[in-house]
Protein backbone atom coordinates (compact mmCIF):
# COMPACT_ATOMS: atom_id res chain seq x y z
CA UNK A 1 0.00 0.00 0.00
CA UNK A 2 3.23 2.24 0.82
CA UNK A 3 4.68 3.57 -2.11
CA UNK A 4 6.13 6.63 -0.78
CA UNK A 5 8.78 7.67 1.66
CA UNK A 6 8.37 10.34 3.86
CA UNK A 7 10.60 12.85 5.80
CA UNK A 8 9.45 14.38 8.96
CA UNK A 9 11.24 17.29 10.29
CA UNK A 10 10.42 19.39 13.26
CA UNK A 11 11.35 23.37 13.98
CA UNK A 12 13.16 22.89 17.02
CA UNK A 13 15.55 25.35 19.65
CA UNK A 14 19.52 24.26 19.58
CA UNK A 15 21.84 25.78 22.05
CA UNK A 16 25.02 25.85 21.32
CA UNK A 17 27.74 24.40 23.89
CA UNK A 18 30.73 26.97 22.73
CA UNK A 19 28.85 30.27 22.16
CA UNK A 20 25.73 29.22 24.28
CA UNK A 21 23.43 31.14 22.06
CA UNK A 22 20.53 29.62 21.29
CA UNK A 23 19.40 28.96 17.66
CA UNK A 24 15.86 27.28 15.94
CA UNK A 25 17.17 24.49 13.79
CA UNK A 26 15.35 21.76 10.89
CA UNK A 27 15.65 18.83 12.97
CA UNK A 28 14.39 15.38 10.97
CA UNK A 29 12.47 12.94 13.61
CA UNK A 30 11.44 10.27 10.67
CA UNK A 31 13.56 9.57 8.50
CA UNK A 32 12.54 6.98 5.43
CA UNK A 33 9.43 6.41 6.48
CA UNK A 34 6.94 4.05 4.12
CA UNK A 35 4.10 6.21 3.70
CA UNK A 36 1.52 7.11 0.81
CA UNK A 37 -0.01 10.46 -0.68
CA UNK A 38 -3.80 10.29 -1.93
CA UNK A 39 -5.24 13.18 -4.03
CA UNK A 40 -8.91 14.22 -4.09
CA UNK A 41 -10.79 17.16 -6.27
CA UNK A 42 -13.83 18.85 -5.01
CA UNK A 43 -15.76 21.77 -6.36
CA UNK A 44 -16.23 24.72 -4.73
CA UNK A 45 -17.81 27.90 -5.54
CA UNK A 46 -16.70 30.79 -3.91
CA UNK A 47 -17.75 34.26 -2.22
CA UNK A 48 -17.99 35.69 -6.04
CA UNK A 49 -19.91 32.96 -6.96
CA UNK A 50 -17.39 31.52 -9.36
CA UNK A 51 -16.83 27.68 -9.10
CA UNK A 52 -13.36 26.38 -8.46
CA UNK A 53 -11.57 23.12 -7.97
CA UNK A 54 -9.59 22.74 -4.69
CA UNK A 55 -7.75 19.45 -4.47
CA UNK A 56 -7.09 17.96 -0.77
CA UNK A 57 -3.89 15.83 0.09
CA UNK A 58 -4.13 13.46 2.67
CA UNK A 59 -1.06 11.11 3.72
CA UNK A 60 -1.25 8.16 4.97
CA UNK A 61 0.73 6.43 7.16
CA UNK A 62 1.58 3.82 10.19
CA UNK A 63 -0.67 4.08 13.11
CA UNK A 64 2.85 3.26 14.94
CA UNK A 65 3.99 7.39 13.81
CA UNK A 66 3.19 10.48 15.83
CA UNK A 67 3.50 13.19 13.66
CA UNK A 68 3.24 16.95 15.82
CA UNK A 69 1.63 19.95 14.45
CA UNK A 70 3.35 22.06 12.82
CA UNK A 71 5.71 19.47 11.28
CA UNK A 72 7.65 19.49 8.21
CA UNK A 73 6.70 16.58 6.50
CA UNK A 74 8.98 16.13 2.98
CA UNK A 75 7.07 13.27 0.74
CA UNK A 76 8.73 11.22 -1.92
CA UNK A 77 6.31 9.38 -4.35
CA UNK A 78 6.38 8.63 -7.95
CA UNK A 79 9.47 10.39 -8.30
CA UNK A 80 8.09 13.72 -7.43
CA UNK A 81 9.14 15.04 -3.73
CA UNK A 82 7.05 18.01 -1.56
CA UNK A 83 6.90 19.81 1.42
CA UNK A 84 3.76 19.73 3.41
CA UNK A 85 2.62 20.39 6.90
CA UNK A 86 -0.09 19.06 8.40
CA UNK A 87 -3.69 20.65 8.68
CA UNK A 88 -5.99 18.33 10.33
CA UNK A 89 -5.64 16.09 13.78
CA UNK A 90 -5.04 12.72 12.23
CA UNK A 91 -7.73 9.92 12.28
CA UNK A 92 -6.10 7.03 13.53
CA UNK A 93 -7.06 3.22 12.41
CA UNK A 94 -6.04 -0.19 13.63
CA UNK A 95 -3.73 -0.31 10.12
CA UNK A 96 -3.49 2.69 9.40
CA UNK A 97 -3.76 6.68 10.11
CA UNK A 98 -4.95 9.52 7.73
CA UNK A 99 -3.85 13.11 8.15
CA UNK A 100 -5.39 16.10 5.72
CA UNK A 101 -2.03 17.65 4.24
CA UNK A 102 -1.39 21.48 3.30
CA UNK A 103 1.96 23.02 1.09
CA UNK A 104 4.52 23.89 3.64
CA UNK A 105 4.80 27.97 3.29
CA UNK A 106 7.82 28.54 6.12
CA UNK A 107 7.93 27.94 9.75
CA UNK A 108 5.27 29.62 11.66
Not at 30 to 55: E, H, I, K, W, Y
Not at 78 to 92: A, H, L, R
Request: aromatic share 8%; with cysteine; proline share 6%.
Amino acid sequence: MYDGVCVVTEYVSQRDPVTKKTAFVETPVLVSQPCRLSFSSSPVTGDDNVASVVQETKLFISPDVTIKKGSKITVTQNGVTTDYTQSSEPKIYATHQEITLKLFEGWA
